[in-house]
């Protein structure tokens, strides 16, 4: 029997409540369709608007065609309906708390009177708005104030390691720098399609922003990437003069593996295991910035159990097991590199990353709290999948403009010591997210 256009609309239907299901729910132990999940609940979690617009457009359609002469589109109707209630009330609710965890997280950590220690005239550059004309337009990212050079060598260790410069046109002094590392498992992935929302708006306000490739596994085992992403370092003390940055001051961020690969950088400053052939050159950085890192390749907390990257780390990754190399897995371990010196930190994870699990980032902030002498910011973000600042979204804007605050932040004090309110903060009151199958 034809389905025909009702029964075709229900089935449509469906199709877009089980997306809006999936970025209401917060699911982990999903095994093969830990993937396939979190494409639908990232695209719908951070695009909601978007998909009523679709889901919309598709019912008028369907409507047109006869989809309501019997029963089964009158049902579609309603499971729309109810979807299109759900989305824009995902939407409400990202756009009321996503500021309040990161504004939180910035004054537990910096303390409430943390803008005063930025001058008035970087104050006056932050947008906290987000424009609807932006969110209408979550792929385009290009301003006019920012040019980009693409693809310059920093490195010889491979073809892969090239970086892209994103700069202020108009600069009147040497610009501070945030290096960027994109994520990927450690196999995959582009400089030029992350971070990209933090990487202009921070150039169009006076920064340097450089983001790299690295050699990826499994062709080039661990630690290889991390020597990669100390080479582009390198490259910024040495050349980035010439492209109107600051060395130094440089921080360095990056998102899932790349959010691992900017915690061990910061946390293994001036080490020579990690420099071959340039161990001359200072390492260290100003900031961090992980989102949605991973932390712990050992899984000493037993927080993802069956569900451990442990197979795929030994193949791919690391090309060796834990009990042939332990030293080299705790080292590939940034909660086993915690210390004292660490320069200010501001992990960024959200509540429903079905890939790289909160409670992961909860122990490593803890951990890093335990030791530091330096801030340790926190921001647990409500309903954020993975990969949730790729592009622009209520969620990405308030991660990008908290950042900015934190960086300037740090600018501002060139790094000096925690004030007397973070010293109060410790890992007492951070509980990780209730996990569920």
Known sequence: ??????????????????????????????????????????????????????QAAAT??????????????????????????????????A????????????????????????????????????????????????VSEVERIRN????????????????????????????????GAWVSGQKDNQALPLLYYLAARGWVCVAINYRLAPRAAFPAQLVDAKLALA????????????PGFVAVTGGSAGGHLASLVALSANEPEYQPGFAEVDTSVAACVPFYGVYDFLDRHGVRGKQAMRPFLERFVMKSSPEADREGWEKASPIARVRADAPPFFVVHGTHDSLAWVEEAVHFVAA???????????????????????????????????????????????GQAANSTFASIGPEGLEPARKSG
């Not at 490259?235 to 600051?246: F, S, V």
């Open 1 to 54: 029997m034809s389905l025909g256009a009702p029964g075709l609309f229900l089935i449509a239907s469906l199709v877009g409540a089980g997306f809006t299901g999936a970025a209401l729910l917060r699911r982990q132990r999903l095994g093969a369709f830990s993937f396939p999940y979190f494409m639908g609940a990232w695209l719908t979690g951070e695009l909601a608007l978007h998909h009523v617009a679709w």
């Open 368 to 414: 890093l709290r335990a030791v530091s002498r330096s801030p340790v910011l926190y921001a647990e973000v409500p309903g954020a999948q993975h990969a949730f600042d790729l592009f622009h979204s209520v969620r990405s804007a308030q991660a990008v403009h908290a950042v900015a605050w934190f960086l300037e932040w740090g600018r501002a004090g060139r």
């Open 152 to 183: 310059i060598a920093y490195a010889d260790a491979g073809r892969r390691n090239l970086l892209d410069v994103y700069r202020p046109r108009e600069r009147s002094g040497p610009c501070p720098v945030l290096l960027q590392i994109h994520g």
């Open 235 to 246: 490259w910024i003390r040495r050349h980035g003069a010439e492209h109107g940055a600051d």
């Open 95 to 142: 756009a009321r708390l996503a500021p309040l965890a990161f504004a939180r997280a910035l004054e537990e950590g910096l303390g409430s009177s943390y803008r005063t220690r930025i001058p008035d005239d970087v104050v006056a550059l932050q947008r906290a708005e987000v424009g609807v004309r932006v969110l209408a337009r979550p792929f385009r990212m290009r």
């Open 60 to 93: 008028v359609l369907f409507i047109a065609g006869g989809a309501l002469a019997r029963w089964p589109g009158w049902l579609a109707l309603a499971i729309n309906v109810a979807s299109w209630t759900a989305l824009v009330a995902l939407q409400r609710r």
